[in-house]
């Protein structure tokens, strides 16, 4: 069984910036690595932004060039960077993963971005 808790939520202006964190019980694996996701009032579930084998990175369309997804490995974490944010990426921010071929998701953390 692995353990993710995410932290770092909170209310924050738009044009402010925020840092998640996902830590995880045991090593995030080299070759799946982590993703973070989120979740907006009353809408799907989408991908946020993924770091996967030797550190390579995907991102949402809507939040490339704000958003900064990184690892560190002797920590067991994955942070998100968020920069520029706007009301649209209000959300329950989910940090995944997959070990041993299942599927873990943390609780979530609330970013509100509003003035």
Same mark, same amino acid.
């Given at each position: 069984? @692995? /353990?993710?808790?995410?932290? +770092? +939520?909170?209310? @924050?202006?738009?044009?402010?910036?925020?840092?998640?964190?996902? !830590?995880?019980?045991?090593?995030?694996?080299? #070759? %799946?690595?982590?993703?973070?996701?989120? /979740?907006?009032? +009353?809408?799907?579930?989408?991908?946020?932004?993924?770091?996967?084998?030797?550190?390579?990175?995907?991102?949402?369309?809507?939040?490339?060039?704000?958003?900064?997804?990184?690892?560190?490995?002797?920590?067991?974490?994955? %942070?998100?960077?968020?920069?520029?944010?706007?009301?649209?990426? !209000?959300? #329950? %921010?989910?940090?995944? !993963? @997959?070990?041993?071929? #299942?599927? %873990?998701?943390? /609780?979530? !953390? /609330? #970013?509100? @971005?509003?003035?």
């Amino acid at each position: 069984q @692995v /353990q993710l808790v995410e932290s +770092g +939520g909170g209310l @924050v202006q738009p044009g402010g910036s925020l840092r998640l964190s996902c !830590t995880a019980s045991e090593p995030f694996s080299d #070759v %799946y690595g982590a993703t973070w996701y989120r /979740q907006p009032p +009353g809408k799907e579930r989408e991908l946020v932004a993924t770091i996967s084998y030797a550190d390579i990175t995907h991102y949402a369309e809507s939040v490339k060039g704000r958003f900064a997804i990184s690892r560190d490995k002797a920590k067991n974490s994955v %942070y998100l960077q968020m920069n520029s944010l706007k009301p649209e990426d !209000t959300a #329950v %921010y989910l940090c995944t !993963t @997959v070990k041993r071929g #299942v599927r %873990y998701w943390g /609780q979530g !953390t /609330q #970013v509100t @971005v509003s003035s």
